[in-house]
């Protein structure tokens, strides 16, 4: 191959290589052009981490692991036992069954230690 024939391969490679790389920053600029609305709207929004926020604002259930909610769940059916077998009057069993379910997410949001996240 002579010198000439080179040049014009080596050429010919730069012109692809300048035309790729043209192509790629226009895909990159229409990109971003495309997916800026979406990004402001998820820059306000609660819960997203770039939005300066701790994660899972609002969510209704507390993260708790298999063996806490076993505990949680067993502890309960316990006590509704306990309350059907020792109380006799039946509006007094529905009543109590009835405290027990409204009270027990109220305890369960008040003794939930979660020691990994940071008072803010």
């Known amino acids: 191959m002579t010198s000439k024939a080179r040049a014009l ?5 730069e012109a692809e ?11 990159t600029r229409r990109r971003a052009i495309l ?5 402001a709207v998820r820059a306000v929004l609660p819960g997203r981490a770039g939005a300066g926020r ?3 604002t609002g969510k209704l259930r507390s993260r708790r692991d298999r063996a806490q909610v076993a505990t949680i769940a067993t502890g309960l059916i316990v006590l509704l036992l306990v309350v059907w077998v020792t109380l006799d009057s039946l509006s007094l069993r529905i009543g109590a069954t009835i405290l ?3 009270l027990t997410p109220v ?3 008040l003794t939930r230690t979660d020691y990994s996240r940071s008072v803010r």
């Open 100 to 102: 027990a379910l409204l």
């Open 54 to 56: 701790r994660g899972r």
């Open 35 to 39: 997916t800026a609305p979406y990004r």
């Open 107 to 109: 305890l369960l949001a």
């Open 9 to 13: 391969a080596r050429a010919a490679r």
């Open 17 to 27: 290589a300048e035309r790729r790389r043209r192509e790629a920053e226009r895909r």
